[in-house]
Nanobody, 111 residues
Framework: QVQLVESGGGLVQPGGSLRLSCAASGTLFTMGWYRQAPGKQRELVAICGSGVTTNYADSVKGRFTISGDNAKNTVYLQMDSLKPEDTAVYYC????????WGQGTQVTVSS
């Protein structure tokens, strides 16, 4: 059983930046981020890891950057030029023979 613990969410003005972190209690093959806005389905934001090509949702390409620290079993999501439509609960995702999810962290982009 692997635990995922997210941090870094919060309130930011449009055009601002936030950095999300997700620490895993064990090694995972793939890690990434999903988000779910009110009334919408959960969607992939970014993903990386062994055996997968780093990939981003079209809506965040050029603004968000995913990176990982294998030694720390941690994945980061640097979010720049944030827009109100980025407002959502962001979930850390991991995979090693099964999917693992974090508890979610709220990101609110508003003036």
């Amino acid at each position: 059983q692997v635990q995922l613990v997210e941090s870094g969410g919060g309130l930011v003005q449009p055009g601002g930046s936030l950095r999300l972190s997700c620490a895993a209690s064990g090694t995972l093959f793939t890690m990434g981020w999903y988000r779910q806005a009110p009334g919408k389905q959960r969607e992939l934001v970014a993903i990386c890891g062994s055996g997968v090509t780093t990939n981003y949702a079209d809506s965040v390409k050029g603004r968000f950057t995913i990176s990982g620290d294998n030694a720390k079993n941690t994945v980061y999501l640097q979010m720049d030029s944030l827009k109100p439509e980025d407002t959502a609960v962001y979930y850390c995702y991991g995979w090693r023979y099964r999917a693992y999810w974090g508890q979610g962290t709220q990101v609110t982009v508003s003036s």
